[in-house]
């Protein structure tokens, strides 16, 4: 049984919207995460996960990625498309480009089955402390030539318009904001986006191989790039 906790104030507010076709383990992962002091909601397949998502706007999102109905990377694919909640994924498969074909459509971290509970619930606190501490950021505004990092609004902009980011993708080039022109090493970044997680350090080109895309996609390309043999770089012009 998951041992008494101190609850703060992050956790008690937080809804985790758990979504797992095994009854059981479903059950055993929402005592745990009420034992921890966040309210839960459960959802069997990915079709009443997507309503019980846009009728309750969870905190964070566990996805297990087999699932009835709808698959679990599908729902993924379109909670993406309408913002920017904390998923982590659980998989049953280890293979890396599983993983990383997750981590590609948005994901913010994974867990490998068959894993221990408390597991799943460190890497909850961490994906949220993650998202807390980068929505009570005060610091200033970090402009890098069209790009402009709004920390507190967690938001990023080109030209005065919004650029879709998911949470990691936003820790990331934030990160690389703070140093425009400095040379990233994947591990450096890895610590930067996801430094309580066992990801490798092939998530960081998943990741920013998708900020890429959404750069170039709004005329913002050649602003980040591939450093070879260390890692990437964000210029200060594109």
């Not at 609004?153 to 080039?173: D, I, N, S």
């Amino acid at each position: 049984m998951p041992s008494q906790t101190f609850h703060t104030m992050e956790q008690m507010s937080a809804l985790i919207l758990i979504v797992e076709d095994e009854p059981q383990l479903a059950e055993v992962l929402e005592a745990y995460a009420q034992q921890e002091g966040y309210r839960t909601e459960r959802a069997g397949d990915g079709n009443v996960a997507l309503t019980a998502f846009r009728a309750s706007r969870p905190d964070l999102i566990l996805l297990d990625v087999m699932l009835p109905g709808r698959s679990g990377l599908e729902v993924l694919k379109i909670v993406r498309g309408e913002g920017a909640t904390p998923v982590i994924l659980v998989t049953a498969h280890a293979e890396e480009t599983d993983q990383i074909v997750g981590l590609e459509l948005g994901a913010d971290d994974y867990v490998v089955k068959p894993f221990r509970p408390r597991e799943v619930m460190a890497r909850v606190k961490a994906v949220l402390r993650r998202t807390i501490t980068a929505l009570q950021d005060t610091g200033p505004l970090l402009r890098v030539g069209p790009l402009e990092v709004d920390r507190r609004a967690v938001e990023v902009r080109v030209g005065g318009q919004p650029l879709a980011l998911t949470p990691a993708e936003f820790r990331l080039l934030a990160h690389m904001a703070e140093a425009p022109g400095r040379a990233f090493t994947r591990e450096d970044l890895l610590a930067a986006a996801l430094p309580d997680s066992d990801a490798l350090e092939r998530v960081v080109d998943a990741h920013l191989a998708s900020v890429r895309r959404k750069l170039d996609g709004c005329g913002a390309g050649g602003l980040l790039r591939t450093v070879r043999g260390v890692g990437y770089r964000l210029e200060t012009q594109p």
